[in-house]
C-alpha cells in the first residue's frame, strides 16, 4: 500500500473515531473498504403501520407496546449510520385513529415520518381509502420522496415518482416503489379516473431506465409474496420470475414476518423481507456493494452480499423526543375515543368466549353483528344486511358507549353500500362466505376455520333465515334458507342488501375464479357466462355522517335514544357438528386450562385453523377406549343376497377384523338368535354359525329365543365349536330353583387394563316366542330384577375383582322412532329401572338402535348380520367411564365395498356345496313375486299362498299360521328348496284341529293390530275388519270365502302350525277338540306338495290374493274395510297327507330333518 493511501486512510479513521464519541457506530458500516473497495449499506424499512403512530391503541382507549412509530424511531437511532436508507413501504395513513389528522398539516403519520428523516415512502392499498385528492393532500407534506411507478392519471401522467436515488459512500442506490394492482379491485370508485399498471411491466421499465445511473436496485413493492386473485403481477413471486437485475425486495401487504436473520428468503437468487403489522418490528437490509474495475459499484452475490433481518421492537423503548412532538395528535385522538355517545345495558354485545382461541362472534350469532347489521339496514333502507366481525376481541361491554367503543366493533375506516341482488346472487354470497368453516370431521370436538380466509370475509347476514351445514360441501352448505317471513327464496326473487364497500367492490362487482385444489372461490361469482353480478344501487350512504363507523355512533346516540340493549335475530346457526357433548365439554376443560392449543395460521392472522379433536383431547387427558362391537339376531343368514341387504357371513367377518385390527382393544358379542333361520344353519344344527362366530372372536353370547327352537341340547355343542360362552343371569331352572346350567349370569374381560363385565339376559317373552313345550321348564325372571342385583354384585367387588363397567348383553327388544329418536321397548325399561348397567346391548325386535335412555345408551344391529352396532367405551387414567357412544355401521349400505373373508368363505361354500343337491332343487315357479312384510297389517300374497296349500295338504277348511313364521318373500321366478328354507326355517308341524267359529275369531283377533308379533295370515275365511276398535275387537263380520257367516258356536277344521298351537307369539287355541300334531313340518310338507304335481306350478295374481293384489285392512281411520281374499283349490283328503310324507321319506328330505324340531316366533 502506498505512502499517499496510508494517510487518506488514517485521516479517515481520525474523522470516524471523533464521530463515535458523539454517536457510537460500527466502522465497517461506513468506511468503504480500501483493500477489498467494498461498501456496506443499510436499509431500514417499515410498512404496514396502518396509523400505529404511538404505543397506544385507541379503538380500545389503551396502552399498547407491542409496536409503533416511536418505538420504531428509537431503534433507528440506534442502528443508523451514515450508510443508512430509511424507507417505507405503504399503509401508513389508515387506522388507529390516524384518519382524525388527515386534513391536517402534516397528518401525523407524514409528521412522524418527517422528524425521523424518511428517505422514500411508497403507497399501499389503504392509501387509497380517501380518495386519490386526500392521499395528495396527505402526502404533499412529506419530505420524503413518494413513490407508485405504476399509478397514472388519465394522461398517462404518474401522480408520483417511480422510483429514487439515493447515494451513500459512492454507491447509487435506487429504490423503486410500485403497489399491488388490486387496488382497483378495493377502492375502484375512487380509482375511476386513474389508471393502475402491472408493477411487473413498470419495474422492467425503471431497471431499463435506471441502466448506468443506479448501482444497486432495491424494490419497495406493497404486496405479499404470492400473487392474489390470480392477477399475475400482484406478488413479489411474479415480480422476480420476470424482472432481472433486482438486487433485494422489499415486500408488505400480507402482514408476516419474511426474512429473519435465521431464516432468509430468496426467489431466483433475490432476498425478500417483510414487516409484522402495527410497528411490531422493523425490517432490516445489509448490502455489500463491490466497486468493480471500470470504478463501477456492483452486489457480486446477491445471497451471500445481502443479508435481511426483521427486528422486534415489542415493549421497546419509545423515543419521547417524537413522542413530544406527536402528543397533540394522540390527545386528540383520546378525546376523541373517549366521547360518550350512549349506553348498553342488559350485558355485553359478545359473550364471554366459551373456548379460548375460538371467538364466539364468528361461530353463533352475536349481539354486536346484529347491531351493526341493524345499523346498515337502517340507514341504507335495504331488506337484507351482511357484516364481519373484523377482530375476534372485538365486543362492547356493559355500560358507557364511547366512540373508541365503536371503533373495537367496526376498525375500518368503511362506507355504506347499497345494492341489489337476485335470491341466486344472495344464495352465491351465502356460499362464498360460508367458505370460512371447515368442513366437519367425524372426531371434530370445535369448529374450525379454513386458514385461507381471513376472519373479515366471514359475512353474517341479517333480513333471512338460514342454517350453516358444515358437514356439506363447500357451495352447499346453506340450507333452510327463507324469507324473514319464512317463506321461501326463488332465484328470480329480488333483495336490497347492505354490506361496506370493500365488500362491495372488491368481491360483489367481480368476477373471480375458484382454486383448483381448495375449491375455494375468490369471489361469489366466478361463472362470467351463466353467473350475473348484483347491482350497486347507492354509494356512500349517509357519507354526511360518515363510515360504517360513524353511522353506528349515530344509531345509537339519535334513532335509540342514547340507549341499546344486547338483542338476538335468532335468524342463523351453524349445524351439523355432531359432536359427543362429553367429549366436547372435556376438550373445552382441557382448552381453557392449557393442555390443547387452539392452531392459528402460520402468518399468524387467522385463529382457530385446526379442530381440536378426539383424538388431541385422548392423549392429553391419557384416556383408554374399548369398543364393544356386536351383532344380533344373525339367524343363520351366512349367504350373502346380492338383490338384498343380507351381507353374509364372510363380509361380516371381514368388517369386524377390521374394526378389532383398527382398535385392537375391541370385545366381540352377540345378543342371541345367531342359528336358527336358514336352511344352511338349519340342516346342519348352527354349526357354520359356530365357526363364523369363532372366526370373528366372539367372546359371549345371550341367548335369545330363538336358541331354544331346538331344546337345550346343543348349547354346550355351540360353546365348544364357537369358543364362546352363553350368558343368562335371568333364566331359572323351575324344578331346582337354581340359574340354568348351559349358561353363566356374567363374564368378566378384560381389555386395555380394564375389566368390562357383561351380564346376560334373555326376553321373558321366550316363554311364548319359542315352541312352549321346549321352554315349560324354565322361569324368565323380570330383566330388571336381575340386572341390578348382578351390577351390585360385580361393582361392589363381590365377584372377587373390580369391574370398570358392566354391560347389559340382552336379548330384549327395543325400537327407536326415526324422527324423535326415541327408543321405547324392553331395553328402554331396563335402561329405566335404574339397574346401574353402564349400556345395553339389545336385540329380538330386529330394529336398528343407537340412542341414550335415561343416560344409558342403547344399541341393536337390526338383524341378519346387516348391521354392527358399536359401543365405544372411553375411561380416564383412573378408569372411570368419561363417555360411551352407540353407534350403528350399516354394511348393507356399503357391503359392495367390503371384501370376503377367505377363510369363513371356504367354510361357508364347503357347507353350500354339501347341501346345494338339496337345496338347489326346483320344485315349482311363480310368475310373480309372492310378497310378505309381517308388520303390514293384512294377508301379504306369500300367506294367502302358504296358507291354501296348508288346508289343501291337511284338508281342511281353514288354516291359520303366524305373520312372523314368514321370514322372507318368494322372488318371481323358479321356487326352490332352499327358498323354502328361507321362508320358513323353523321346524314348526302342522297342528290340526276342529275349533269353533268363535275360537277362530279369537285366535284371529290376537293378530289383528299387534305390532309386536305381526300380522296373522290365514286362507279359508274373510275377516272384516275396523283398526279403531280395541284390540281383541278388532273383527265386524267373518265368513267362510262362499261368503256364509262363520257360526260362532259351530266347529270347523282348522289347521296351525304348532308353535301357535301351544302358546307361541300368545295365540290361544285351548277351545280346541281332537287336536293332533302331525309331526309333519309345514315346509317340509310343502316341498312335498310342490314336488307331487305333475306340472310346475304357476302362482299368478289372480289366484293368489293378499295385500300384493291392492287388499287393504283398516288403516285406524274409522273405516271398515274387508279383506276380500280370492277362493283357492280344492282340499285333498288324509290319504294325500299320508303320501306326501312317505315320498318326503323316499326323497331323503325326512333324513335331513333336525331331530329337535325348532319352532318359529318372532
Known amino acids: ?144 420522496s413518494v413513490l407508485c411507478a405504476n399509478l397514472y392519471d388519465m394522461n398517462n401522467n404518474r401522480f408520483y415518482s417511480p422510483y429514487k436515488i439515493i447515494q451513500k459512500a459512492g454507491v447509487r442506490v435506487a429504490i423503486i416503489g410500485v403497489v399491488t394492482p388490486n387496488i382497483t379491485r378495493w377502492d375502484s370508485e375512487y380509482l375511476k ?166 371467538p364466539t362472534s364468528q361461530t353463533q350469532e352475536t349481539a354486536m353483528i346484529k347491531l351493526i347489521n341493524d345499523v346498515q339496514k337502517y340507514y341504507a333502507g335495504t331488506d337484507i344486511s351482511a357484516a364481519a366481525a373484523f377482530s375476534s376481541t372485538a365486543n362492547i361491554k356493559e355500560g358507557t358507549i364511547r366512540k373508541c367503543d365503536t371503533s373495537l366493533i367496526y376498525k375500518y375506516a368503511n362506507t355504506l353500500y347499497k345494492l341489489e341482488m337476485t335470491g341466486k346472487q344472495l344464495k352465491q354470497y351465502m356460499e362464498w362466505s360460508a367458505q370460512f368453516y371447515n368442513t366437519y370431521k367425524d372426531g371434530d370436538l370445535t369448529l374450525s376455520f379454513n386458514e385461507k380466509i381471513r376472519g373479515y370475509n366471514y359475512d353474517m347476514f341479517s333480513g333471512v333465515n338460514y342454517d350453516v351445514d358444515v358437514t356439506k360441501p363447500l357451495g352447499e352448505r346453506i340450507v333452510n334458507l327463507k324469507k324473514a317471513d319464512g317463506t321461501a327464496i326463488n332465484d328470480g326473487d329480488k333483495f336490497t342488501i347492505a354490506v361496506n364497500n370493500y365488500r362491495a367492490t372488491s368481491q360483489l362487482s367481480s368476477f373471480g375464479s375458484i382454486d383448483p385444489i381448495t375449491g375455494l372461490k375468490s369471489t361469489p361469482y366466478t361463472d362470467p357466462v351463466n353467473d350475473t353480478l348484483p347491482t350497486i344501487l347507492a354509494k356512500d350512504v349517509k357519507i354526511e355522517i360518515g363510515g360504517v363507523r360513524e353511522l353506528i355512533g349515530d344509531y345509537v346516540k339519535n334513532v335509540k335514544g342514547g340507549t341499546i340493549t344486547p338483542e338476538l335475530e335468532n335468524n342463523w346457526k351453524v349445524i351439523g357438528a355432531n359432536w359427543n357433548p362429553v367429549f366436547r365439554a372435556e376438550a373445552v376443560k382441557a382448552i381453557n386450562a392449557g393442555k390443547i392449543n387452539i392452531p392459528t395460521s402460520v402468518d399468524g ?52 377384523k377390521e374394526y378389532k385390527t383398527a382398535n385392537p382393544n375391541t370385545v366381540v358379542v352377540s345378543a342371541g338368535d345367531n342359528y336358527q333361520g336358514s336352511a344352511l344353519s338349519n340342516l346342519l344344527k348352527g354349526k357354520p354359525v359356530s365357526d363364523m362366530l369363532k372366526e370373528m372372536g366372539v367372546e359371549v ?76 321348564n324354565l322361569d324368565f325372571k323380570d330383566p330388571a330384577v336381575s340386572a341390578k342385583y348382578w351390577t351390585e354384585y360385580l361393582k361392589s367387588g363381590k365377584a372377587g375383582e373390580t369391574v370398570d363397567a358392566v354391560v347389559a348383553l340382552t336379548h330384549l327388544g327395543s325400537f327407536q322412532n326415526s324422527t324423535t329418536k326415541a327408543i321405547t321397548g324392553e331395553a328402554a325399561d331396563l335402561a329405566n329401572a335404574n339397574t346401574g ?146 321362508v320358513m326355517p323353523f321346524d314348526n308341524t302342522f297342528v290340526n284341529m276342529k275349533l269353533t267359529g268363535a275360537g277362530i275369531k279369537k285366535a284371529l283377533e290376537n293378530g289383528i293390530g299387534n305390532t309386536s308379533i305381526g300380522s296373522v295370515q290365514y286362507s279359508g275365511v274373510i275377516a272384516t275388519v275396523d283398526l279403531t276398535r280395541p284390540f281383541g275387537d278388532r273383527i265386524t263380520a267373518l265368513t267362510l270365502e262362499d261368503g256364509t257367516p262363520l257360526d260362532m258356536a259351530k266347529e270347523y277344521t282348522v289347521t296351525t302350525n304348532d308353535f301357535m298351537f301351544t302358546g307361541g307369539d300368545g295365540y290361544n287355541f285351548s277351545g280346541a277338540t281332537g287336536a293332533v300334531d302331525t309331526g309333519l313340518a309345514i315346509r317340509d310338507g310343502i316341498i312335498s306338495y310342490l314336488r307331487a304335481q305333475l306340472n310346475p306350478i304357476k302362482i299368478d295374481d289372480e289366484h293368489n290374493g293378499g295385500n300384493g293384489n291392492g287388499v287393504v285392512v283398516g288403516g285406524g281411520n274409522g273405516s271398515t274395510i274387508t279383506e276380500s281374499l280370492p277362493q283357492t283349490g280344492s282340499n285333498v283328503d288324509m290319504t294325500v297327507l299320508l303320501a306326501i310324507g312317505a315320498m318326503i321319506t323316499l326323497a331323503g328330505v325326512g333324513a335331513l330333518k333336525l331331530s329337535k324340531k325348532s319352532k318359529k316366533t318372532a
Open 1 to 144: 500500500m502506498n505512502k499517499m493511501l496510508k494517510g487518506f486512510i488514517s485521516k479517515v479513521a481520525a474523522v470516524a473515531m471523533f464521530a463515535t464519541i458523539l454517536t457510537p457506530i460500527n466502522l465497517s458500516t461506513v468506511i468503504a473498504n480500501a483493500e477489498t473497495e467494498t461498501v456496506n449499506i443499510q436499509i431500514l424499512a417499515t410498512s404496514d403501520l396502518h396509523g400505529k403512530f404511538m404505543p397506544y391503541d385507541y379503538a380500545l382507549n389503551a396502552t399498547d407496546t407491542t409496536g409503533s412509530l416511536t418505538q420504531i424511531s428509537t431503534k433507528v437511532n440506534q442502528l443508523r449510520n451514515p450508510n443508512t436508507i430509511l424507507v417505507d413501504n405503504g399503509d401508513i395513513i389508515q387506522g388507529n385513529s390516524s384518519e382524525l389528522s388527515l386534513n391536517s398539516n402534516p397528518q401525523v403519520m407524514i409528521k412522524g415520518f418527517n422528524e425521523m428523516g424518511y428517505d422514500a415512502i411508497t403507497l399501499g392499498n389503504h392509501e387509497f381509502n380517501y380518495g386519490v385528492p386526500m392521499l395528495q393532500h396527505v402526502m404533499s407534506n412529506a419530505t420524503a
Open 193 to 358: 379516473t386513474c389508471k393502475v399498471t402491472n408493477p411487473v411491466d413498470e419495474v422492467n421499465a425503471a431497471i431499463t431506465e435506471l441502466k448506468g445511473k443506479a448501482d444497486v436496485i432495491v424494490v419497495s413493492y406493497h404486496a405479499g409474496e404470492t400473487a392474489e386473485y390470480d392477477y399475475v403481477g400482484s406478488g413479489v413471486v411474479d415480480l422476480l420470475n420476470s424482472c432481472k437485475g433486482v438486487d433485494a425486495v422489499i415486500a408488505a401487504h400480507e402482514h408476516k414476518l419474511v426474512g429473519s436473520k435465521d431464516n432468509q428468503v430468496s426467489y431466483n437468487g433475490v432476498k425478500v423481507v417483510e414487516n409484522l403489522p402495527t410497528g411490531q418490528t422493523l425490517a432490516q437490509l445489509n448490502i455489500k456493494v463491490t466497486k468493480q474495475a471500470d470504478g463501477t459499484f456492483k452486489v457480486n452475490d446477491r445471497v451471500k452480499d445481502v443479508q435481511t433481518d426483521v427486528i422486534s421492537v415489542k415493549n421497546g423503548v419509545s423515543d419521547a423526543t417524537l413522542e413530544a412532538s406527536l402528543k397533540s395528535y394522540h390527545d386528540e385522538a383520546i378525546a376523541d375515543a373517549e366521547t360518550p355517545i350512549g349506553t348498553l345495558k342488559g350485558g355485553d354485545l359478545v359473550p364471554a368466549d366459551e373456548i379460548k382461541g375460538i
Open 605 to 656: 392472522r387467522t385463529a382457530n385453523v385446526a379442530a381440536v379433536t378426539y383424538n388431541m383431547l385422548a392423549t392429553v387427558n391419557n384416556y383408554k377406549n374399548v369398543d364393544i362391537l356386536s351383532i344380533n339376531d344373525f339367524h343363520g343368514t351366512l349367504l350373502e343376497d346380492p338383490k338384498g341387504k343380507n351381507v353374509g357371513a364372510s363380509k361380516l367377518v371381514t368388517a369386524v
Open 701 to 776: 353370547s345371550a341367548i335369545g329365543n330363538h336358541e331354544y327352537d331346538w331344546g337345550t341340547d346343543l348349547f354346550s355343542q355351540w360353546e365348544k365349536d364357537g369358543n364362546l360362552e352363553f350368558l343368562a343371569s335371568n333364566i331359572y331352572d323351575k324344578t331346582t330353583g337354581a340359574p340354568v346350567s348351559y349358561a353363566k349370569p356374567y363374564k368378566i374381560v378384560a381389555v386395555n387394563g380394564l375389566k368390562i363385565a357383561f351380564i346376560g339376559l334373555t326376553t321373558p317373552e321366550t316363554a311364548f316366542k319359542t315352541k312352549p313345550e321346549n321352554v315349560s
Open 837 to 982: 348397567v353402564d349400556a345395553i346391548i339389545s336385540a329380538h325386535t330386529h330394529n336398528t338402535v343407537a340412542g341414550v335412555v335415561n343416560g344409558t345408551p342403547i344399541v341393536q344391529g337390526y338383524y341378519n348380520g346387516r348391521n354392527l352396532a358399536k359401543l365405544s367405551f372411553v375411561f380416564d387414567s383412573s378408569n372411570k367411564i368419561v363417555a360411551v357412544t352407540p353407534t350403528i355401521d350399516n354394511l348393507a349400505a356399503r357391503k359392495a365395498t367390503i371384501a370376503e373373508d377367505t377363510t369363513i368363505k371356504t367354510v361357508v361354500d364347503k357347507y353350500n356345496t354339501e347341501l346345494q343337491p338339496i337345496l338347489g332343487e326346483k320344485i315349482g315357479y311363480t310368475d310373480i313375486e309372492l310378497s310378505h312384510d309381517k308388520i303390514k297389517e293384512g294377508v301379504s300374497v306369500l300367506g294367502k299362498w302358504t296358507t291354501d296349500i296348508m288346508r289343501k295338504i291337511t284338508n281342511t277348511q281353514i288354516a291359520i299360521t303366524n305373520g312372523g313364521g314368514l321370514r322372507a318373500p318368494i322372488a318371481q321366478g323358479d321356487i326352490t328348496v332352499g327358498d323354502l328354507y328361507t
